[in-house]
């Protein structure tokens, strides 16, 4: 059985043969089982097949607010199950950086404030929401976590 919807799984498929940018690193979120490559950018098909760095957004060795999208329904479809006080890694080739979750937010698709950048390194984890609409979802699960 998996999370993943049907139409998502072939796009996957599909992308297999394409050539992707370098890898960023690893994200991982141990308490839901989820451990996705990131990509120095979220394009439509770097999103078929793992989770990248949204444009304009801070990369892991930088400051501020690094924003990681993902679909709902592939990769990102266990954040339903994220909660606060989970942790969240982030690998990369300059080390690793441990976040904890300590925002859950459900926000209309044109609300960007929580993306704006930050002081304090963040990481933001973006999704569809809800996680089973069908057709283009009208909202985004928002997940923030901070450095430890």
């Given at each position: 059985?998996t999370?993943?919807?049907?139409?998502?799984?072939a796009d996957?498929?599909?992308?297999l043969?394409?050539?992707?940018p370098?890898?960023?690193?690893?994200?991982?979120v141990?308490?839901i089982?989820?451990?996705?490559?990131?990509?120095q950018?979220a394009?439509?098909?770097v999103m078929?097949?793992?989770?990248?760095?949204?444009?304009?957004?801070?990369?892991?060795?930088?400051?501020?607010?690094i924003?990681i999208?993902?679909h709902?329904?592939?990769?990102?479809r266990?954040?339903?199950?994220?909660e606060?006080g989970?942790?969240?890694v982030?690998q990369?080739l300059?080390g690793?950086?441990?976040?904890?979750v300590?925002e859950?937010?459900?926000?209309?698709?044109?609300?960007?404030?929580?993306?704006?950048?930050t002081r304090d390194?963040i990481?933001?984890l973006?999704?569809?929401?809800?996680?089973y609409?069908?057709?283009?979802?009208?909202?985004?699960?928002i997940?923030?976590?901070?450095?430890?």
């Open positions: 059985m999370l993943w919807a049907p139409g998502r799984i996957y498929q599909a992308s043969t394409a050539e992707l370098p890898v960023l690193g690893v994200l991982e141990p308490g089982a989820l451990k996705v490559p990131v990509y950018t394009s439509a098909l078929d097949r793992a989770a990248g760095v949204i444009d304009g957004m801070a990369y892991p060795h930088e400051g501020g607010n924003g999208s993902g709902r329904d592939g990769y990102f266990v954040l339903k199950d994220v606060v989970d942790s969240v982030l990369t300059e690793e950086k441990r976040f904890t300590d859950i937010h459900i926000v209309d698709k044109t609300d960007t404030r929580l993306l704006k950048d390194q990481v933001t973006v999704t569809c929401y809800p996680f609409f069908v057709g283009h979802a009208p909202q985004r699960f997940v923030t976590a901070s450095l430890d």
